[in-house]
């Protein structure tokens, strides 16, 4: 059985940062691709940032060049940098993991609290 653990979030005022943490412990696993959500009051769960195994990222469109996506393997942890925060960025973050154990499967964090205010 595969957990992620977040951690990072809280209160920021408008234009400020937060870094995102996310780790994954268990054994007999590895990780594809590793991502993160938020969802507002409301609305959606939207995907924010993706980065594949190899490396690769994409963002939501909004949020191009304030944020960040990075992962450190040996740690088993995705990362998310968070630049110039705006309110409208307040939301819960989940990051979602792809993990292969036998087949393939995706998990969730517990989510984490971001809030901005203005």
């Known amino acids: 059985q595969v957990q992620l653990v977040e951690s990072g979030g809280g209160l920021v005022q408008a234009g400020g940062s937060l870094r995102l943490s996310c780790a994954a412990s268990?054994?007999?696993?590895?990780?594809?691709?590793m991502a993160w959500y938020r969802q507002a009051p409301g609305k959606q769960r939207e995907l924010v940032a993706v980065?594949?195994?190899?490396?690769?990222?994409n963002y939501e469109d909004s949020v191009k060049g304030r944020f960040t996506i990075s992962r450190d393997n040996a740690k088993n942890t995705v990362y998310l940098q968070m630049n110039t925060l705006k309110p409208e960025d307040t939301a819960v973050y989940y990051c979602?993991?792809?993990?292969?154990?036998?087949?393939?499967?995706?998990?969730w964090g517990q989510g984490t609290q971001v809030t901005v205010s203005s």
């Open positions: 980065i594949s195994s190899a490396g690769r990222t």
């Open positions: 268990g054994s007999g696993f590895s990780i594809n691709a």
């Open positions: 979602n993991v792809e993990v292969k154990m036998g087949s393939l499967r995706f998990v």
